[in-house]
Every structure is written in C-alpha cells, then in structure tokens.
C-alpha cells in the first residue's frame, strides 16, 4: 500500500529523517514507535506532503507521491489525524464531518444550492458510528479531549480514505478512553478494510493492536518486523530500556 | 423567539429602504443611496475577512477599478450603462484574478501587505494616466445611466431623477446581496469557512486551499467592481482616491464596526459608519480622531462588533428567560 | 547633466534621505521583529517628535545647544508615549488576532494625526539648524549642508550602536532570540512582557530622534507621518521584516533608488516604489537580509 524509500529530511543541519526506508503493508495495522525526537512526526508530514524531502521517494499505491501537495493526496485516499487535535473548533460537530464529506463529495465548487441539509444522513451516521450523534450541534471546542480525538477520527474517515495516519491517536486519554479507542479503531479497519499506520507512545496500544511495527530512532529505522521480532531486537531493547535517554 | 426568526428582516428593511424618497428630501435620498453603496462593497470584502479569513488591506483597488471602467466606458464610448455594469464587475475580476493568484502564495502579513501593495500601484495608474483617466483631478461629469423608462412607470414614474437612480442602485444591491448570501450558504461557502477555521485541515480533506482562496478573492473583487461602478455614478465622477489606501481602511473599519462574524454585520457597519461621519462632521472637523476613538472602543469592548453585541445580548436574554 | 558633482549632489541627497528613513524604519523593525506588530502608528510618532522638536524649541528660546536638548527630549517624550500607549492598551489585545492590533495602531494614526491639528493647527513650521551645523561643505562646485552630512555620518553610529546593544548585551540577545522565535523565548522563562514594552519603548524613541532631527530640513506638517509611514513600510519589505542590518541596507538602496529615478523617470517614482515592494513580497518576502521567522 505505502512504500516509503530512503527518505531523508534535513533541517537548517539538523537530520530528522535519515534515510528511512519501509513498507507499510495493504489491510494491515502498522505502527511506527521510537522515543521522543525519533523524527515520527516529521515522518507523517514527509508522507502527506506537508514537507518536502530533500531526497527519497513515497509510493503510495504504485503512485509516486513524492512532493504531491497535502490535497492532493488527501484525495487520492490517505487520511490523516495530527498530534495537536486537529478539527475546526469553532464549528459545531456535524459541521466538522460535513465539511469533509463536501470536501470528498465533489460538490466543493457548487456555489449556487443551499449546503445545510448535504450530507445530513452520512454525517449522522459517521457521528453514530464513533458515538457522537448526541453531540452534533455542539460546538467542537466544547467536547472532551478523548471526544475531540474521536471527531478528528471522523473527520478523516469521511473522506472515505484506503489508507489512515494517525499521529499519537490516544495521547492525553484515560485508560479506558484508551481501551475504546483501540476497540473502535480495529473495527473500523475491519469494516472499510483500511490500512492503518499510527504512531503512538504508549506500547501498551502499540503491542495490542500492531501486526507490523517500525522502530526510529534518531531519523534511522532500526528495526521493522512483526511484534516478536521487534521486541527481541537487540538494538531496540538497547534504545528502550538500554540507555534511556 | 422563534416567530422573530421566521420573520424575513432583509426584505422588510429592503422594502423600508425604496420608500425613503417619500420623504421628499434630497439629502435623506443621498444618504440612503451612499449607504446602500458601500454596504455592498463591506460585504464584499466581509467575503474574504470574515468568510475566508484573509485581511486585505487593499481592497479598494476593485472598488476604484470598477468605478473607472463603469465610468470611462459610459462617458467615453457612450456604452449603455447594463454593459458598462457588467464590464466594471469583469474588469474588477480580471484584475483580482491577476493580483490574487501572487496574494494567496503568500501568509498573513505578508498577504495584507503585498494587497496594499498592488492597491497603491493602482492608484497610482489612475493618478498618473492623465489621457484615460483624467489623471489627479479625476474623471468628471460621469453621465447618469438613462431612466427615462422609469417615467412611464406606476407610482413612482413622477420621482426625481436621483429617486430614481436611488431605485435602480438598491435594486442592484439587493440583488447582489442575494447573489452573496446564497453564495456563502452553498458548499463553496462551506469550505471557505473551513479555510478560515483551519487551513491545515482544511488542505487535509482534500481542500486546495490556494484555489479556493484565489476564488473568493475573485468573487470579492467583482462585487466591489460593481460596487464601486454605482458610486462613481453616484458620485457624478470618479477619483484616484477611491482605491486608495485610506478608501481600503474605512471599508475594512465598517466591516469591523458592523461585525464580521454575521452576513449583515458590514452593511450595519457601513450605515453606522455614514450616518455618523455625516452626524459629527456638521460639528467638528476632526472626525478622524472621532473615528480612531471608536475603533479603539470597538477593539475592546466590542470586538464582534454592532451585530456582534447585538447577537451576544440576545443570547443573553434568551438563556435568563431559559434559566 | 551626468556631471560628477551632480551625481555626487544626487547621491548624497539620497543617502541623507536613506539615513533619516533608516533611523525611523529600525524602530519599526525591531518592533515588528520582537512583537510580530506592524506599527502604523509609527509614523505619527516620527510626527509627534517632530512637533514636539519645534514646541521645546519654542519654549527653550535659543541658544547654543538648545537644538540638541530639544531632540533630545522629543525623543523621550515620544518614547514615553509608546510606553504609555504599549502598557495600557496594546497589551492587552496581545492574544488576540493580528487584525486587531493593527487596527489598533491604525486608530492610533487618526487620533495623533487630529491632535496634532488640536494642539498646533495647520501650518507648516520649522526649526532652525543648530548653529555649530548652519554652514556647508564646498566640493567640486557643489554646496553640502554641513547638517546633512552629520546626518548621513550619524545614521550607521546609530546603526553600530544599535548592533553593539542588540549583539553584546543579555537584553539583546534575548531580543535576537525574540525575533527568531517568541515561544521558545517565554518557555525559557524570558519576562516577555516587559521584553515587549522595552522594545516599543525603543522604537518609539527612534522614531521620535527621526522626527526631530528631520525637523531643519522638512517643514513639519500634518500628513507627514502618512508619507514616512509608507517609506518605512517599504524599507522594511525590502531589508527584511525583523532583520536590522537589513533596514540599514534597505534605507540606502530606497534613498538612491528615489534620487536617481526621479531623474530618470520622472512622475513613475510613486509608481516604482510599490513596484519594488510588491516585487519584493512575490519573489523574496523575507527581503534581502530577513530569515524566515518562525511565528
């Protein structure tokens, strides 16, 4: 589904990403861990186009992304949420979702018909579906943070998208927000057969969910494997639990 | 409350407006016909500030643009005023095509900055070329479109000239408020909404931010064409000033003063706005510093502006009646 | 026409313009470097010294000296009105959307643009040149004001004086590291606040000198502040918003640009200038010296 080739991001000297080469398989669940400053996050934005790389190449879908503009391949089927929730807080629930199922539908440009009642039926099942119908005319900025993760949720999945980024989907949950999400997101994979690629910190999430797991640590790719594979690796237990900082 | 809702206001004050020359003044006339003018050209620009989230500092440029090729084509080749009309609205977007496709490459300050730019070297066109423009002192004795049709009309056939060019200017204004309102309730309008909200998500739903951008600078640009095409009729000429800075700073203030978060708000702000320019300036002449005094005042108390406050004490009423 | 004393008389008319520019235009760069606010009332305070220059004259009389103690004090005066003007009412619209602290400064424009008018009405005035400065420079046939010359020597002492205060002193690091990047700067536990009032103090001081010094040579009038305003604008464009040895830079080219393109085109010169800025915010909008700052 994703294919991801030596790519390597500099910042005014600094190397974020360090020639990073992996796959990300088809209908799969992979995550991408490393400590804080592996270059994780640069890595999504590498991959949606929100920075350019100095070199390497994305392949997504036997299509070369590489420096395509974020909407673009929005469009071509990746979704994506952001560490910083990242919705239209102003606006109210159903808006948010709507906003994007307009944004998929085609009807963007129609300047002429009435937008208030497009989408009214997918919207509300979208909302349904993560457990937020009773909150559609709230205001988004007035849900909780475990909530607002959710709508951002929906916001990317109603673009209908084949393959989903999620950047730290349970960062700043509870326990048990945590076991929700984890619950709703393979089901969700299993519904719409997404490929899902996340990151995340908590390993807990990671070793429960992943069947593929990739390991950076300062912009490099140490390991990448299936869940045992990665857990016996020698280099990521020296990284992890070796010298900790 | 509800009932107050379904009552159609804008065509209400709409139908209150056309019946202003029944007072017989002139100078009410006047008023009525400046302030239905330049409500048109603040909610245009409302389009872009408070729609889109862009701050143009130049937004004048089309309002002059309009006012000079309604102007020119009418007096110089003696074009019938509705080509004219809508040539002042193309040429305006031609021109807010040209200017927005930089504009929107660049971010916020430099945005604002780069459309006083492009405002400033318009002005200076039109200062400069004397032959087609009449130069700094302006193009004069701007003819008044031809309603001698009006005369056969019922009612209001006996009206005065300027009565009647106060009609046909409110018409036009209604309709573009129509047109406007229908615009930022579409889809369109939706995503410019989005864009304002947060573009990066926005650009994330698969929403070229660029594109849109450069639409509603567009869009914004023709209603101030057409906006600035009355005035300079209105005016009985047209002047370099009319896409000069000061011009794009007292838009942007009724727009402010009005609210830019509700489709009314800048035409509130620009009746407000003449009312009381016209109010103070028969006592004082230092309406500017009246003017700068209110702005601060809006700043911060009011800064969701008139309909702004009017709003948020409403919502206050409604939930001590609640409570 | 191309004679060398012209060109010479040309060039050094337009340096003495870039050096009164530069000297108002830092303050607004710095002020938009550290409080990422574009300052349109920058040019009233440059009014604002300027009348204040001709009202301490008036009050001083003359004699030797009074010339200096009368900019001087304009400048402090001007200065303590951006302190009064920064605490009591900018601050307070710090967290809200740039839109409004630049309106803010816009309203700032109207009022100080009509109090002037208040308080010294309509006509033009003047202050004499100190007398140390009254006399001129012959070379090559031409006459250069000794005062122009001092003018265009002060301009780069202000420049190193600026540079030594903002590169070898804590304050000035701290303000470097401002421009740069704000949040860091408060994350570092850096009093952000009083950073602020401090730098539009400063600024406010600079346009103030600016407008008191220029007082000799321009007549001081209304609409003066709307006219310096511009030039300043477009200084700052092209140096770089933030960047100070880019003011500098930009102050020298606009000067010799506006000498010499009046010569050769004439009547296009309002035209150039935005031109040029507009150019300049197309192809480089970080200017010629400005790096890319970080919000």
């Not at chain 1, 937020?132 to 943070?145: E, M, T």
């Not at chain 2, 739903?205 to 567009?218: D, E, S």
């Amino acid at each position: 589904m994703l294919d991801v080739q030596e790519i390597r991001k500099t910042f005014s000297g600094f190397t974020a990403v360090d020639g990073v080469t992996f796959t990300v398989p088809a209908q799969g669940i992979t995550a991408v861990i490393g400590p804080n400053g592996a270059g994780k996050s640069t890595l999504f934005n590498l991959l949606t186009g929100h920075i350019r790389a100095d070199s390497g190449r994305v392949t997504f879908q036997d299509t070369d992304i590489t420096g395509t503009a974020p909407h673009t391949i929005c469009r071509m089927g990746v979704g994506r949420s952001f560490q910083h929730t990242n919705i239209f807080r102003k606006l109210t629930v159903f808006e948010n979702v709507q906003a994007a199922l307009i944004a998929h539908g085609g009807q963007a440009g129609a300047f002429w018909s009435r937008a208030d009642r497009l989408y009214r039926d997918e919207a509300m099942k979208l909302l349904a579906s993560l457990g937020l119908a009773g909150q559609a005319a709230d205001v988004a900025d007035s849900l909780s943070h475990g909530n607002q993760k959710q709508l951002e949720l929906g916001v990317a999945l109603a673009s209908d998208p084949k393959l989903l980024l999620l950047d730290e989907p349970t960062a700043g949950m509870s326990a048990s927000e945590t076991r929700d999400t984890i619950r709703l997101l393979e089901r969700i994979v299993a519904d719409r057969k997404l490929t899902l690629l996340f990151t995340e910190h908590d390993m807990d999430v990671v070793f429960s969910i992943a069947q593929k797991i990739a390991v950076l640590h300062q912009g490099k790719l140490i390991a990448e494997g299936s869940p045992t594979e990665v857990r016996n690796d020698a280099e990521v237990r020296r990284v992890y639990l070796g010298g900790r900082h | 409350m509800n009932a107050l809702n379904r009552i159609p206001w804008a065509t209400l004050v709409f139908i209150a407006a056309a019946c202003v020359p029944l007072f017989g003044s002139r100078f009410y006339t006047y008023l009525a016909t400046d302030i239905a003018i330049l409500a048109l050209f603040a909610a245009s620009l409302n389009l872009l500030l408070g729609y889109t989230g862009l701050v143009s500092f130049g937004h004048a440029a089309y309002f002059g643009i309009g006012a000079y090729t309604c102007a020119i084509l009418m007096k110089t080749y003696g074009v019938y005023f509705p080509l004219a009309f809508l040539a002042a609205g193309a040429m305006a977007a031609a021109f807010a095509l040209v200017f927005g496709a930089f504009c929107v490459r660049s971010s916020k300050i430099y945005f604002a900055m780069l459309t006083l730019a492009f405002a400033q070297i318009v002005w200076a066109i039109c200062f400069k070329w004397n032959s087609v423009t009449g130069g700094e002192q302006g193009f004069s004795n701007v003819p008044y479109p031809n309603l001698d049709w009006m005369a056969s009309l019922p009612f209001i056939g006996g009206w005065r000239a300027t009565d009647h060019f106060y009609l046909l200017v409110l018409l036009l204004i209604a309709i573009g408020f129509a047109a406007l309102r229908r615009i930022v309730q579409s889809p369109f309008g939706r995503m410019l909404t989005a864009i304002r909200e947060n573009p990066e998500r926005a650009e994330f739903i698969g929403i070229n931010v660029r594109k849109y951008q450069l639409a509603a600078f567009v869009v914004a640009g023709t209603f101030a064409g057409w906006a600035g095409a009355l005035f300079g009729l209105f005016n009985r000429g047209v002047f370099p000033d009319f896409a000069y800075w000061s011009k794009s700073a007292e838009v942007l203030i009724m727009t402010i003063l009005g609210g830019m978060g509700h489709f009314w708000g800048p035409a509130v702000g620009a009746a407000t706005l003449i009312l009381l320019n016209h109010q103070i300036t028969s006592y004082t002449t230092y309406w500017p510093f009246i003017l700068g005094s209110i702005l601060i005042v809006l700043l911060f108390v009011f800064p969701g502006g008139l309909v702004g406050a009017l709003h948020a004490g409403v919502q206050r009423l409604r939930r001590g009646r609640d409570a | 026409m191309l004679e060398p004393s012209f060109i010479l008389a040309q060039a050094l008319s337009g340096l003495t313009a870039a050096m009164f520019l530069f000297i108002v235009a830092s303050g607004l760069s710095l002020i938009f470097g550290v409080l990422r606010v574009l300052n349109f009332a920058h040019g009233s305070f440059y009014m604002v010294g300027a009348y204040m220059a001709w009202q301490i004259t008036f009050w001083l009389g003359s004699f030797t000296g009074s010339f200096w103690i009368a900019v001087l004090g304009s400048a402090v005066a001007v200065a303590i009105l951006g302190g009064i003007v920064e605490r009591l009412l900018l601050r307070h619209l710090y967290g809200r959307e740039e839109l409004y602290q630049l309106l803010f400064t816009y309203a700032l424009v109207l009022i100080l643009g009509d109090a002037v008018k208040m308080l010294w009405g309509t006509q033009q005035l003047g202050v004499a040149r100190p007398a140390i400065l009254s006399g001129g420079l012959e070379l090559y046939g031409i006459v250069i004001p000794h005062y122009n010359l001092f003018i265009i020597f002060l301009g780069p002492v202000i420049a190193l004086v600026c540079w030594l205060l903002l590169s070898k002193t804590g304050t000035g690091r701290m303000i470097r590291a401002a421009v740069y990047d704000r949040e860091m700067l408060s994350a570092l536990g850096a009093d952000v606040g009083k950073l602020y009032t401090l730098m539009f103090v400063a600024g406010s001081f600079l346009a103030g000198l600016g407008g008191a010094l220029v007082t000799p040579v321009r007549s001081i009038v209304p609409g003066m502040d709307v006219e310096i305003i511009v030039e300043a604008f477009i200084v700052v464009v092209i140096g770089g918003l933030g960047s100070f040895w880019g003011t500098f830079l930009g102050a020298i080219i606009f000067g010799q640009v506006l000498a010499f393109g009046i010569l050769i085109l004439p009547g296009f010169s309002i035209f150039a200038v935005f031109v040029l800025m507009a150019l300049v915010l197309i192809l480089r909008p970080e200017g010629l010296l400005g790096r890319g700052m970080k919000r």
